[in-house]
């Protein structure tokens, strides 16, 4: 395929270490400052420890409204409950697609004392015209998530969206989200490379967090550092080249809103005047 279909890798966000919750210690990359978005993708977490004190504050009751959450587990325990009475597990490999929508208020709590705690929260926005549709959720176990092997080494697990014929849980051959979200986690040994299709438009990064690769061209591929994120150029189809380490990375693209995005912290809406009826609504008690 000729370098000119490669998309390019245009800007690395450098996660930075910050805490939140009861005091939960992450790496955020995207969304790490007020306006680093890459629409429709509003915020990324990793929280990764193996020291109980960094996790085990978890994240006590908190609202949401505007946008959808997504919680990946890599290691760990993790109870999910909301005000809408649901409650759901989240092991190994597991994830949960939850649409905050009008108004959800819940929490995330570590069931564990002891041990490793790896995984990532992903933030993708809702369009204006459903930002206010109903609260739902979907706990993914990590068995039906599909694992596709890479000829040349390695895998990919297919969270949403579709790799090479294979259609995850989420936003498969079925009903498709309006963003239209693809979520890969690919693993590849060093000197192994995977090339994945994106459509024209969409917008797309890479979260590196485990070793480093290039992207792009063999010959003039921009590296991608440990704990980074890539955002990568709109058009093309995407060539991850892991290094001497091996690389470990999420593959996250979307079909871009482009809509005015007014954030006031668990709140994503379009305009100011929607922020000050969200906190209406949410001290009123009104989040049903």
Known sequence: MNAKSWRTLVHVIESVKTSDGG???LHRSIGSRRGLYVDPFLMLDEFFSDNPNDYLAGFPSHPHRGF???????????????????????GPGDAQWMTAGRGVIHSEMPQQSE??????????????????KPASWRDIAASDIPVVPIPAGGQVKVIAGIYEGTAGP????????????????????????VVVPVSPGYHAFIYMYEGSATIGDVGEGSLL???????????????VLALEQGARFLLLAAKPIREPVVQYGP??????EEIEQTLADYRDGNFT
């Open 23 to 25: 005091g939960v210690k």
């Open 170 to 193: 989420i936003n498969g051959h079925e009903k498709k989200l309006t963003t239209d979200p693809s979520y890969l986690d690919v693993s590849l040994p060093a000197g192994s490379e």
């Open 267 to 272: 709140f994503v809406m379009n305009t100011r």
């Open 115 to 132: 041990g490793r705690m790896r995984g990532f929260q992903l933030w993708i926005n809702l369009p204006a015209k459903e930002k206010m």
């Open 68 to 90: 959808e959450a997504v919680t990946y587990m890599i290691d760990g325990h993790m109870r999910h409950e909301d005000h809408l009475g649901n409650q759901g597990d989240l």
């Open 225 to 239: 550092p440990y704990r980074s994120a890539g955002v990568l150029s709109d058009s093309g189809n995407v060539r």
